[in-house]
């Protein structure tokens, strides 16, 4: 199979402070992860495309500087949150591909509370 | 840009009765089409995946989907749910190779003993 893990699972912070999540493939090389953002009640936001060895693609209204990714491996991505403020709050899910063409496979998400 | 629609925010539903969700999506080139569903407390799961051939997909769990073209549809059957299927159902969308994979809005199947 294909897994995807994400550390930790649920989080609390301070607000002011900087929160790091990571993604892994676990039995996979994945060249490109996605990293999304889910509120409650509402469907999966796409933030930015991760890409092993080169920046991260940010959607639109995504601030970069505030949500800072990086792809350091074939198997690893990280979202750090920089400051967190209380509507940051949310949760975050990973997915990788293996190849090309082929689905998603997602992390378990982090829950995230800033207080 | 590509957007998905699902029409069916709630749903309640007896054991054994027959669903359909609805999910329409817009974007005007060739598409993968997928449904992926989220037991409580759990990861995303796919269900079921339309790349190309047979417009009638089958998936996990008894559940089926039809691409209909010509509709931009790709709704979700399955004909008799049991309690096992409460969950959250998505439906997305990619236009190929790594493109960003856009999800609908989420339909919440309650399935009742």
């Known amino acids: 199979g294909a897994v995807v893990s994400q550390h930790p699972s649920w989080v609390i912070c301070k607000s002011g402070t900087s929160v790091k999540i990571e993604c892994r493939s676990l039995?996979?090389?994945?060249?490109?992860m996605f990293w999304y953002r889910q509120f409650p009640k509402q469907s999966l936001m796409l933030m930015a495309t991760?890409?092993?060895?080169?920046?991260?693609?940010?959607e639109q209204g995504v601030e970069k500087d505030k949500f800072l990714i990086n792809h350091a491996s074939l198997t690893l991505s990280t979202l750090t949150v920089t400051s967190a403020h209380p509507e940051d709050s949310s949760f975050y899910i990973c997915?990788?591909?293996?190849?090309?063409?082929?689905?998603?496979?997602f992390g378990q998400g982090t829950r995230l509370t800033v207080v | 840009a590509q957007s998905v629609s699902q029409h069916n925010h709630h749903v309640i539903l007896s054991e054994a009765a027959s669903l359909e969700l609805g999910c329409n999506y817009s974007y005007g080139g060739t598409v993968n089409l997928f449904w992926y569903v989220q037991y409580p407390g759990q990861h995303l799961q796919l269900l079921l995946k339309?790349?190309?051939?047979?417009?009638l997909v089958k998936g996990i769990k008894g559940f089926e989907a039809e691409f209909i073209k010509s509709k931009f549809s790709f709704n979700l059957r399955k004909p008799s749910v049991q309690w096992s299927d409460t969950a959250e159902y998505f439906c997305?969308?990619?236009?190929?190779?790594?493109?960003?994979?856009?999800f609908g809005t989420g339909t919440k199947l309650q399935v009742i003993p």
């Open positions: 339309y790349f190309s051939g047979d417009p």
């Open positions: 997305a969308v990619n236009s190929g190779g790594y493109q960003k994979v856009t």
């Open positions: 039995d996979f090389q994945a060249t490109t």
């Open positions: 997915s990788a591909s293996k190849t090309r063409n082929t689905e998603a496979f």
């Open positions: 991760s890409n092993e060895g080169s920046k991260a693609t940010y």
